[in-house]
């Protein structure tokens, strides 16, 4: 069916809008346009995708089509000439992309014209079916005409159907003069580009569209060839029409340029298109806020395309005028994002040139696995503030700008300076300890606001110290307002203490830390563990120093703090309870997502709530950050991205995790450029595989989809030479009962043919297939390698394609993989491996590296055999696996409709009496003897199986039919033969007796599963 090709496509962009080929013939693409725009008026679609292809890919047709004499002996399509004597078959593809006008506005779209009205008629019984008939030519352009609301004086330009054929080009001319002659002046130039490519049957309206859209844009109509001497048929005289034989201006005025495209079917389809301008804007004043540099990303599915395409932006920034921030914008959000990345961040596009050539020359892509990074966000303690700490990012972020002035706002009822004086001004408030936490406060929360709206979303957060108020409230534990009058308190309380301590930072073990201060508990305690030798201590001065001095002496090394208070010290204790009573007026939660806590050294528990004795605490007690970065690390975090004016916490985090190979990323640092450093680690974020929101990151300033460099695809010819010699055949007695979409789902025969084709990449298969015993007793780094080779060759066989050309981290389903060829791998690896896969990972499109992580786990498992698994009749209800023919059945349950059924069905109609409760005894003893009629299915532990129940009910079904007609009664009989069983809840069989006045009807129903 022709209508695959187009299903095809929607089911791997997954598309859900109508779907279908259409065949008029010639008229067949402008045909499918017309359609297309029906479906985004009556809003069935809010996107489509139009066009025609065209392939001459065997020579049979145009041996016809010579022998008919419709072909133009000298392969010159000469449209409207005299000499014209048939057309010139052509091929090619041509799509477009249609939306609603307003939500392409909306969208920021580049629009190339648009499409005012369309109309499709026929020919009806005309001189013969594929003699063209004039009058229905006129009546499908004044129809269009009428559906653009546009008056045939307004048409500057008719790009013609024009076959170039004696018979059908004065007939065009004449229906074209009968619909445009009027008493206007202007004139109205007519071509085809037929004359040009040739007439690519199916695709010749796309082709006309796309000449006349490129037209509107050049500003200029191309020339009409092959015209020597008009065709006498044609009468030209007196008339607007005019053939343009030159190269023609068509410059934009203020009114807008029109243009009709005819596209007719030889059996008589026809279809006209009426085309505008696109709408032209008064230009934009860019907002006032912008910032500095941009992020601009590419991706591609292989290194050698990912370079390609750098070399190809490469070129196109030697020429164009467009803004660096319309090309990134344009390149990261309209754009899919695939396995292998570059991220570059620049100021200028000369920056950016000189960092693809760069890259060109010394590629350094980093694969992905396309899977979405774990992202932990640090929130920095006190120390790390600075005077104009994110200023830049202030006054060129939108999100962290609007952020912060709410932040600001809040804090105007409880500070008695502004945040931004404390922030931006030249005095030294920000060290201060009454306005340095609120400031970080607001600032992290920011910045952390600024993250989230680039679609980085933490699946943890930790804090140290005052950046655990933030982590919290990130982590939903309280609302802005609460948190920052609770930090606000916080702060006002220690800054009135006295400035009689201070804090050092002690590089020994904690435990041996605790012993040497324990002489000194009341004064001096333990502040904080950062790391495995990183121990902070904070206390009274004096008691400090004699520490430090006795440390010294150990030949421990130590760091005095400058710090303005003593925190997390008995020097504290002066504060506790008028904070815990400020802090019982806010309201608090349990967090949302992962908090590890300061106070337990560990991820909270997801119904504790951090309460107002829980800060208390956390103003005395140790920061247990080393902990809590283990815990974090438990949790499988693979990017750390501290929010905070400096990269204080990374340094520490890589010491408590050692053997992390997680991405370590700065927000700011102090003396470097605030974007230089944010895009950096959004840039190095991306590449880890990273799903970045890019409309939210250019959210807020002015921006404009500009045309870009297309995908260079790595073209392959795909080509079956022909050769004298036979091909070799060779054959293995390996059995493989598979599923494959060759055979409809047929298992294969007890052997498989290898037949090798001459000049091809032959997929491979492992040569040394092994069983089970055989594969455990390899080491286990070889098992790994194994098995990604097995997988892959075996992939590859049932793709068929080449194993080199299918990456490890690659999804199967982008590759192709559909669900009857996961059945063939999933049967290929429990034959010949005895591993068992699961089929609900099978159902995500998982990637090799995946299957074989899962293989590994599963080698201890029992054996598998190629025989069918019979079920056996258990005493008790029992689960079984299922074949391999139910578990095709079952996996196509899952994926199609609910309304598609697979049942066996047929009915009888019984004559005179009939004993009902007989009937219904003798099919429940019928239910009793056979378990599969019992059976209801389920998943357990990913896997399918077949469960046997004791007893079954509602199998045996009666209809009053008696006042039904013949129709009626047919009617329910198709739809209760289709009807859908429930696998899941059963029963899986159905006996509907339909009962009429002298007769019965019995309808009986089986799922295919049982059968």
Not at 194 to 213: F, P, Q, R, Y
């Amino acid at each position: 069916a022709h209508s695959i090709a187009a299903n095809r496509l929607s089911y791997v962009f997954d598309l859900r809008g109508p779907s279908m080929a259409v065949d008029t013939a010639c008229s067949s693409s402008l045909v499918s346009i017309h359609l297309a725009v029906q479906s985004l008026r009556n809003g069935e679609s809010d996107v489509a995708l139009a066009g025609g292809v065209n392939l001459i890919l065997t020579p049979e047709l145009t041996i016809t089509f010579s022998q008919a004499r419709m072909l133009s002996p000298d392969g010159h399509c000469k449209t409207f000439d005299a000499s014209a004597d048939g057309y010139v078959r052509g091929e090619g593809c041509g799509v477009i992309v249609l939306k609603r006008l307003s939500d392409a506005l909306r969208d920021g779209d580049n629009i190339l014209a648009l499409i005012r009205g369309s109309a499709v008629n026929q020919d009806g019984r005309s001189n013969g079916l594929t003699a063209p008939n004039g009058f229905a030519q006129q009546d499908v352009i004044r129809y269009a005409l009428a559906d653009a609301g546009v008056a045939p004086q307004q048409i500057g330009y008719v790009e013609a159907h024009g076959t170039g054929t004696p018979l059908g080009d004065p007939i065009e001319i004449n229906s074209l003069r009968a619909v445009l002659d009027n008493e206007s002046k202007g004139k109205v130039l007519i071509g085809s580009v037929k004359t040009n490519i040739g007439h690519l049957e199916s695709a010749a309206g796309i082709a006309g569209l796309i000449k006349s859209v490129l037209a509107m844009q050049n500003e200029s109509i191309p020339p009409h060839l092959h015209l020597k001497e008009v065709n006498p048929y044609l009468s030209l005289e007196d008339s607007r029409l005019e053939i343009g034989t030159y190269l023609r201006p068509w410059k934009r005025r203020d009114q807008p340029r029109f243009a009709g495209v005819s596209s007719f079917g030889f059996g008589g389809t026809n279809a006209h298109i009426i085309l505008s301008d696109a709408p032209q804007f008064p230009s934009e004043a860019r907002v006032e806020i912008e910032r500095p540099r941009h992020l601009f990303t590419v991706s591609a599915k292989t290194e050698n395309t990912l370079q390609d395409l750098a070399q190809l932006t490469s070129n196109y920034l030697n020429e164009s005028k467009q803004s660096l921030a319309d090309i990134s914008y344009t390149a990261n959000s309209t754009h899919s994002h695939f396995e292998h990345r570059l991220a570059i961040h620049a100021a200028t596009n000369e920056e950016l040139k000189t960092q693809l050539d760069a890259f060109i020359s010394s590629p350094t892509s980093i694969p992905t696995n396309l899977s979405k990074p774990k992202v932990a966000f640090l929130f920095t303690g006190q120390g790390s503030q600075y005077s104009d700490m994110g200023r830049t990012l202030y006054e060129t972020q939108p999100v962290f700008r609007n952020t912060l002035d709410q932040c600001a706002e809040i804090l105007d009822a409880i500070l008695d300076r502004p945040l931004l004086d404390v922030l931006f001004s030249a005095t030294n408030d920000i060290h201060q300890t009454q306005y340095t936490q609120p400031a970080l406060f607001a600032f992290e929360y920011a910045l952390a606001q600024t993250w989230r709206s680039w679609g980085i979303e933490p699946h943890a957060v930790l804090g140290h110290s005052v950046g655990e108020y933030v982590a919290a409230c990130i982590a939903g534990v309280f609302s802005l307002e609460d948190g920052l009058s609770l930090i606000a308190q916080r702060a006002r309380l220690m800054g009135a203490l006295p400035h009689n301590g201070t804090m050092a930072a002690v590089f020994a073990d904690a435990s041996r830390i605790a012993q040497i201060i324990q002489p000194h508990q009341n004064k001096v305690s333990i502040a904080a563990t950062n790391g495995p030798e990183n121990t902070v201590i904070s206390g009274e001065k004096s008691t400090v120093q004699t520490i430090l001095d006795e440390l010294t002496k150990m030949g421990v090394p130590s760091k005095p703090l400058t710090v303005s208070h003593a925190f997390h010290s008995p020097l504290m204790d002066s504060i506790l309870n008028d904070f815990e009573t400020a802090a019982r007026q806010m309201t608090f939660h349990s967090p949302r997502i992962s908090l590890s806590s300061n106070l337990l050294g560990g991820i909270l528990e997801p119904d504790s709530i951090p309460d107002a004795p829980y800060w208390r605490n956390h103003i005395r007690a140790e920061v247990k950050f080393a902990e809590g970065m283990e815990a974090l690390g438990k949790l499988g975090i693979n990017a750390f991205i501290e929010i905070g004016p400096s990269p204080v916490l990374l340094g520490m985090g890589k010491h408590c995790l050692p053997d992390s190979t997680a991405a370590w990323l700065p927000s700011l640092r102090q003396k470097q450029n605030d974007w230089q450093t944010i895009l950096d680690s959004l840039g190095k974020l991306y590449i880890r595989g990273a799903d970045i929101d890019w409309k939210g990151f250019d959210e807020g300033y002015t921006r404009h989809k500009v045309s870009l460099p297309n995908y260079p695809f790595n073209r392959q010819r795909y080509w079956i030479e022909t050769s004298d010699k036979k091909p070799a055949v060779t054959k293995t007695d390996t059995p493989a009962p598979t599923l494959t979409p060759r055979s409809n789902g047929k298992s294969h025969s007890q052997h498989e043919e290898k037949i090798e084709r001459s000049n091809h990449e032959q997929p491979q298969t492992a040569t040394n297939i092994t069983d089970r015993s055989t594969l455990v007793a390899i080491p286990p780094t070889g098992r790994q390698k194994f098995l990604e080779d097995f997988i892959q060759n075996q992939t590859a066989r049932i793709l068929g394609m080449a194993p080199s050309q299918l990456s490890l981290n690659q999804p199967l389903d982008t590759m192709g993989l559909d669900s009857l060829m996961a059945m063939e791998l999933k049967n290929s690896m429990e034959s010949k491996l005895g591993i068992n896969l699961s089929v609900s990972s099978l159902l995500q499109g998982p990637a090799i590296s995946k299957l074989v992580a899962e293989a590994l786990e599963y080698l201890d498992a029992p054996v598998t055999s190629n025989e069918i698994q019979l079920v056996i009749s258990p005493d008790t209800p029992s689960e079984n696996p299922l074949s391999y023919g139910q578990q095709a059945l079952w996996f196509l349950h899952q994926l199609l409709p609910e309304e598609i059924s697979f049942n066996v069905s047929g009915a009888v109609r019984i004559l005179g009496d009939l004993d009902v409760p007989a009937l219904e005894r003798a099919f429940k003893q019928l239910v009793n003897r056979h378990e599969l009629l019992r059976s209801t299915f389920h998943v357990v532990n990913g896997e399918p199986v077949q469960r046997v129940n004791e007893a079954t009910s509602g199998f045996f079904i009666i209809e009053d039919a008696s006042r039904w007609k013949e129709e009626e009664l047919r009617e329910n009989l198709a739809i209760n033969a289709h009807r859908p069983f429930d696998l899941e809840n059963g029963p899986v069989m159905r006996a509907i007796l339909f009962q009429k006045k002298m007769e019965h009807i019995l309808l009986l129903s089986v799922d295919h599963i049982v059968t």
